[in-house]
């Protein structure tokens, strides 16, 4: 059975922190690893992983993928309490070149204050 | 249109009683997928529609769940004869077609089952 991950299950940190979340995943055949942040409803997404070693950044956030060790981080820097939000990690198997079947770890709750 | 719009936002039924949730998902965006999202746990794969077919319904937790999708757009989600564990949030997504592409998501709907 798929598997994933997250640590920690929440982060109390203050305005212009540093933070890193962690993703471990265990999962057969996998294509992809993301990532979605979620304040009141819909999760939104963030980043797409599929290749080792490279890091996919927008603004303060900033993510990478280490398929040997089956682990993701996303980094955020400079946190604002506009980051206050759950942190959604998924995986997605290779499975006719679809990226549908989705397994997700509980998250992360963040809180910054300010 | 601009976003996955789901509806009602929110459900309160007695239990026993069936239910029909509706997603209409962004324009063009030929996947469609059902999660469930309970307190405390992860987001839970439902079922995945590629056109107005479901590929797979693995997902689904009983035989009570159901799902169609017509004219390649709007999809609905039944239950019948709700019990208080299908309280929960449902979320749907959308995503356009092809390997890798991410899936996008409504604000869900939150069914409460009294």
């Known amino acids: 059975e798929d598997k994933v991950v997250q640590s920690p299950l929440s982060l109390v940190v203050h305005e212009g922190d540093t933070v890193t979340l962690n993703c471990s995943y265990e999962?057969?055949?996998?294509?992809?690893l993301l990532w979605y942040k979620q304040e009141k409803k819909a999760p939104t997404f963030l980043f797409m992983l599929?290749?080792?070693?490279i890091e996919k950044k927008s603004g303060r956030l900033s993510s990478i993928l280490d398929k040997k060790e089956l682990f993701s981080i996303l980094n955020i820097t400079a946190t604002q309490t506009g980051d206050s939000a759950v942190y959604l990690c998924?995986?997605?198997?290779?499975?006719?070149?679809?990226?549908?079947?989705?397994?997700f770890g509980k998250g992360t709750l963040l809180t910054v204050n300010p | 249109g601009a976003g996955v719009s789901q509806s009602p936002s929110n459900k309160v039924t007695e239990k026993g009683k069936d239910v029909e949730l509706r997603c209409d998902p962004i324009?063009?965006?030929?996947?469609l997928y059902w999660y469930r999202q309970s307190l405390g746990q992860g987001l839970e794969f439902l079922i995945y529609?590629?056109?107005?077919?479901?590929?797979?319904k693995s997902g689904l937790p009983s035989d009570r769940f159901s799902a169609e999708r017509t004219g390649g757009s709007v999809s609905t989600l039944t239950i019948q004869r709700t019990q208080q564990e299908d309280s929960a949030v449902y979320l749907c997504?959308?995503?356009?077609?092809?390997?890798?592409?991410?899936?996008?998501f409504g604000d869900g709907t939150r069914l409460s089952i009294l």
């Open positions: 997504a959308s995503s356009l077609a092809g390997q890798g592409e991410p899936q996008h």
């Open positions: 999962v057969t055949n996998f294509r992809s």
């Open positions: 599929t290749s080792s070693g």
């Open positions: 998924a995986v997605g198997p290779n499975s006719g070149g679809s990226n549908y079947k989705l397994t």
């Open positions: 324009s063009g965006h030929t996947a």
């Open positions: 529609f590629q056109g107005n077919s479901a590929p797979d």
